[in-house]
């Protein structure tokens, strides 16, 4: 069956069974019966639960695909999208499951450039929970941290800036505009952190940005984007990595043209 917005430009391998046996399915559910929007967007009226579009079901699909052993297949995501497409609301959705479903004292985090972008995500998922009585009753919101009543799991908000990073566990960590980053720094000491867990993943959803970061060296988002590339392409081989990424068919694509506007937007026609 065809979707709209799907397959994207760059999408890493995965089997159809790796996707039936993985979490997406879980994860839209939840989703959808659950997380609520705290202000008009394409992804709900205001106060309303989310309606997730199936092209966000099948990239949910295929990011949360398990292996036959029955682990995450992927640990390391790079999602690359448009402005406008509902990336807040999925990456938020995505860690109050963690937070509510994933394992006792899961370590969730929301990471950008920033702490003010970063706040962006965290303040998004309290809304979700203050709006929806069920998570409300599962979790304790303060202000820089939500804690899981039962499991103890929490979820924080961490930036590049951030001086002390000593003493993580990262089970689930969402970065937000990763281009953004000004060095890799903070993506290694996580990434280095949550190898003491069962099924860590580091999800990074971001909009296209500068090749280069503040040293002049090849920027994170860039050298992500490259060697996803060249997994997606099978000139890589490296299953814990994912990426999906949207942009023109062609190098040379007319940006005056409705057609490219839709290979590079997912939502093209459906987001307003």
């Known amino acids: 069956m065809s979707v709209q917005g799907w397959p994207p430009r760059f999408l890493t391998k995965t089997t159809a069974i790796e996707r039936k046996r993985g979490?997406?399915?879980?994860?839209?559910?939840?989703?959808?019966?659950?997380?609520?929007?705290?202000?008009?967007?394409?992804?709900?009226?205001?106060?309303?639960?989310i309606e997730l579009l199936p092209w966000q079901?099948?990239?949910?699909?295929?990011?949360?695909?398990?292996?036959?052993?029955?682990?995450?297949?992927?640990?390391?995501a790079l999602i690359g999208m448009p402005r406008k497409?509902?990336?807040?609301?999925?990456?938020?959705?995505?860690?109050?499951?963690?937070?509510?479903?994933?394992?006792?004292?899961?370590?969730?985090?929301?990471?950008a450039a920033t702490r003010d972008q970063a706040r962006i995500v965290?303040?998004?998922?309290?809304?979700?929970?203050?709006?929806?009585?069920e998570l409300a009753?599962?979790?304790?919101?303060?202000?820089?941290?939500?804690?899981?009543?039962?499991?103890?799991?929490?979820?924080?908000?961490?930036?590049?800036?951030?001086?002390?990073?000593?003493?993580?566990?990262?089970?689930?960590?969402?970065?937000?505009?990763?281009?953004?980053?000004?060095?890799?720094?903070?993506?290694?000491v996580l990434s280095l952190a949550s190898a003491a867990r069962v099924d860590p993943m580091l999800v990074a959803i971001t909009t296209a940005g500068v090749k280069t970061d503040s040293s002049g060296k090849d920027s994170l988002c860039y050298s992500m984007y490259q060697y996803g590339q060249r997994v997606a392409n099978g000139e890589t081989?490296?299953?814990?990595?994912?990426?999906?990424?949207?942009q023109p068919r062609f190098e040379n694509a007319d940006y005056k043209d409705a057609?490219?506007?839709?290979?590079?937007?997912?939502?093209f026609g459906v987001i307003s």
Request: charged share 25%; proline share 4%.
């Open 57 to 76: 079901k099948q990239l949910l699909d295929a990011l949360l695909a398990r292996r036959a052993d029955g682990r995450l297949k992927h640990r390391t």
């Open 237 to 246: 081989a490296d299953d814990t990595f994912f990426m999906a990424w949207w």
């Open 85 to 111: 497409s509902g990336k807040s609301a999925l990456l938020s959705g995505l860690t109050m499951r963690q937070l509510v479903m994933g394992e006792p004292g899961s370590e969730i985090y929301a990471v």
């Open 137 to 188: 009753d599962a979790c304790n919101i303060y202000r820089d941290v939500i804690e899981n009543k039962v499991t103890r799991s929490i979820y924080k908000v961490l930036a590049s800036e951030a001086p002390q990073l000593e003493g993580l566990s990262p089970s689930f960590v969402a970065f937000d505009e990763l281009h953004a980053q000004p060095n890799r720094e903070l993506f290694d």
């Open 122 to 133: 965290f303040e998004t998922a309290k809304s979700m929970i203050r709006l929806e009585p």
């Open 23 to 49: 979490d997406g399915a879980k994860a839209a559910a939840f989703i959808e019966a659950l997380c609520r929007v705290d202000k008009q967007s394409f992804a709900a009226p205001a106060g309303q639960l």
């Open 259 to 267: 057609k490219v506007w839709k290979q590079a937007n997912p939502g």
